[in-house]
């Protein structure tokens, strides 16, 4: 299983995304079996570490953020089983990037693993304060225990 999480710039969201996923898959002994990256619709932070306001909150929790930006190819379409967006633009921008229906099935919205916090989307903390990193851990976090509890079925 190789899942892709994607937001508009993999600074922020995806790439927490990943880092928090990996670390759950770590700690269940999964790392083999399901595979993490993440992408961005845009390539201007290309190569980029995690925005540093990310890297230092996602730290607080023990969450390491090492990944590279890099925006969505048309290989990720071929190479995932599931790719999430973070909110509805990013899910419309990857529906226009889809090269065919299998791809469009492929898609989905990260929120609709919550468990236990209410959220339609994971909202883009890059212009907000503290609290909008905060919030955007804690919807992840959720989201990640939802999510893996839902392939474990698959595995």
């Known amino acids: 299983m ?34 993490i990256d993440s992408a ?15 890297r230092q909150h996602a730290a607080h929790r023990g969450y390491n953020l090492t990944h590279r930006s890099r925006p ?4 990720d379409f071929e190479e ?17 990037l889809a090269p065919d229906v299998d791809s469009l099935n492929k898609i989905g919205r990260m929120t609709d693993y919550c468990r ?3 959220a339609d989307h994971v909202p883009d903390p890059y212009y907000g304060g503290a609290s909008g990193f905060e919030r955007v851990l804690d919807i992840l976090e959720d989201v990640c225990v939802g999510l893996l509890d839902s392939l474990r079925s698959n595995l």
């Open 40 to 54: 961005g619709i845009l390539g201007y932070h290309q190569g980029e570490l995690p925005d540093s306001r990310m």
């Open 116 to 118: 236990t916090v209410v």
């Open 2 to 35: 190789k899942i892709l999480f994607v937001c508009l710039g993999n600074i922020c969201r995806s790439s927490t995304a990943q880092g928090i996923m990996e670390e759950l898959l770590r700690k269940e002994g999964l790392e083999g079996v399901i595979e």
């Open 80 to 96: 995932f089983d599931l790719i999430l967006g973070m909110d509805d633009r990013n899910i419309e921008d990857l529906r226009s």
């Open 72 to 75: 969505v190819n048309s290989r």
